[in-house]
């Protein structure tokens, strides 16, 4: 099948490259030019592990392309994927004018019958706009509109596609439906489901399922913080509750909050709806108030350790994207910690595998980068942990010991075990279990 994919962000390179791994021809179109040229020359813009050994195939077999020319690429493809940035507006709902400014300019070069797949998180009702704004200049003969929201999660996001939980498609239109079969099926081989449902479904199932997978989390992070209160172990707790199957055993990790492009924007645009729709969506604001002050949770541990006076402290930062592989430091907690500690005077020093670039772009250097984790710690007061890449979990704690001045150690993330921080003469600090 001839697929185009207009955006090539996280989602949409992802698409376009896992579908052409399937066997599809795709063009991906961008208008960012630079962005474009640097693809056709086998350079990916984003990090996601596994991408680049399908990209690099498809580029190389000839299934793979890309172009700023929309009307180059959508030429003969029987779908196209709308995976644009819908970022939030000032009053929180999201933004649709990139949606609906390829919407535009697709209707006048439409020729040949064509589903068109929204991709991105939108919100109710998008699709019927999308539609809209397309019919303006072609005949609605000519196209479907289908909501096809994308459940990848960054750093897996390849594995995600590939092997789905299931696959959401909302389309009343059964030409769509036969298209839509057809393009997932050596996706869901497995018997994972597509479940079909309307458009409006569809939208609001994406939001639901983002929701609830962050009040899963904020629930998580409520029940450490009366821990800590009470003198109870959140880490107990989540192996008491997890094996129930109705509560699950994942989603249950209490830390310093969620992060990300999708969880925080997510949440915030479905109370928006719900407020527009005239419904008070309780449970999501408590959770955004409660994600807000969770970011910095370690903060006052931090201060009280110090009596109070952090001034040329010297805290060497573990991990800064928002969270394990991937370079995304969108609504990173570690983002919100150095902001406070510098204000209070404090030094950082920072290492992340994949996000030093990406922090430096945003607040240059007024904060040292190292080369590796040691080198972050070196004549440190303490080690503050931010991410859980995995390269933090086992560190070689003697040698940290000779390194740092004093054997302090903040861990938003829960990394070790208590008794082994008891054990190595640890002070220890974490989230929602005794210090
Ligand atoms: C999330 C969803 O998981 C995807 O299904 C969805 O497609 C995506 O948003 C999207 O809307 O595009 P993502 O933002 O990549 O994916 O990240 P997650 O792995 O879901 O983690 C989100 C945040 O929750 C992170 O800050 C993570 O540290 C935090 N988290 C996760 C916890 O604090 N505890 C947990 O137990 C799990």
Redesign the pocket.
């Known amino acids: 099948m001839k697929i185009a994919v207009v955006g090539t962000g996280?989602?949409g390179l992802v698409t376009g490259t896992c579908f052409a791994e399937t066997g599809n021809q795709v063009v991906c179109v961008d208008i960012d030019a630079n962005k474009v040229e640097k693809m056709k020359n086998g350079i990916i813009p984003i990090y996601e592990p596994g991408l680049d050994v399908l990209f690099n195939r498809n580029t190389a077999e000839g299934r793979l392309k890309f172009t700023t020319d929309l009307a180059e690429g959508i030429k003969d493809a029987k779908v196209i994927f709308l995976a644009l940035p819908t970022p939030p507006g000032e009053d929180g709902s999201a933004d649709l004018k990139y949606i609906l400014k390829v919407a535009n300019d697709l209707g006048p070069i439409l020729d040949q019958y064509v589903v068109v797949i929204d991709k991105s998180?939108v919100p109710v009702g998008t699709a019927e706009k999308v539609h809209a704004a397309i019919a303006k200049n072609a005949s609605t003969e000519l196209f479907d509109v289908v909501s096809n929201p994308?459940?990848?999660?960054?750093?897996v996001?390849v594995e995600?596609f590939m092997k789905p939980d299931r696959v959401v498609i909302g389309t009343s239109s059964e030409k769509a439906k036969g298209v839509m079969t057809k393009l997932y099926a050596p996706l869901v081989r497995q018997g994972n489901p597509v479940i079909f449902m309307d458009e409006r479904s569809a939208e609001m199932t994406?939001y639901a399922?983002?929701a609830f997978?962050?009040t899963?989390?904020t629930f998580?992070?409520e029940i450490a913080n009366l821990c800590e209160m009470v003198g109870a172990n959140v880490d107990d707790i989540r192996r008491g509750i997890g094996t129930d199957s109705r509560i699950g055993k994942?989603?249950?990790?209490?830390?310093i909050?969620?992060?990300?492009?999708?969880?925080p924007k997510?949440v915030q645009a479905l109370e928006k709806t719900s407020k527009d729709s005239g419904y008070e969506f309780q449970i999501l604001k408590a959770v955004m108030t409660v994600n807000e002050d969770q970011k910095t949770k370690l903060i006052p541990h931090i201060k009280a350790h110090f009596g109070g006076d952090l001034k040329g402290k010297v805290f060497g930062m573990w991990g800064l994207a928002?969270?394990p592989y991937?370079d995304d430091i969108r609504?990173a907690?570690a983002l919100y910690n150095i902001k406070e500690l510098l204000a209070e005077g404090a030094i950082i020093k920072a290492f992340d595998p994949e996000a030093m670039e990406n922090v430096k772009g945003v607040i240059g250097d007024t904060i040292t980068y190292t080369k590796g984790p040691y080198e972050a710690i070196k004549d440190a007061d303490a080690v503050l942990i931010m991410t859980?890449w995995p390269q933090f979990r086992t560190p070689e704690f003697e040698v940290m010991e000779v390194l740092l001045k004093d054997k302090v150690i903040f861990d938003g993330r829960n990394l070790y075990e208590l008794e082994q921080m008891k054990e190595l003469g640890y002070t220890y600090y974490s989230i929602g279990r005794e210090t």
Not at 150 to 155: A, H, M, P, S, V
Not at 250 to 255: D, I, K, N, P, Q
Not at 257 to 263: E, K, R, V
């Open positions: 996280y989602v998180t994308e459940f990848l999660r960054e750093g996001a995600d994406k399922a983002n997978l962050a899963k989390i998580m992070n994942r989603f249950l990790f209490a830390g909050g969620y992060g990300g492009s999708c969880f997510d928002f969270k991937t609504e907690p859980e």
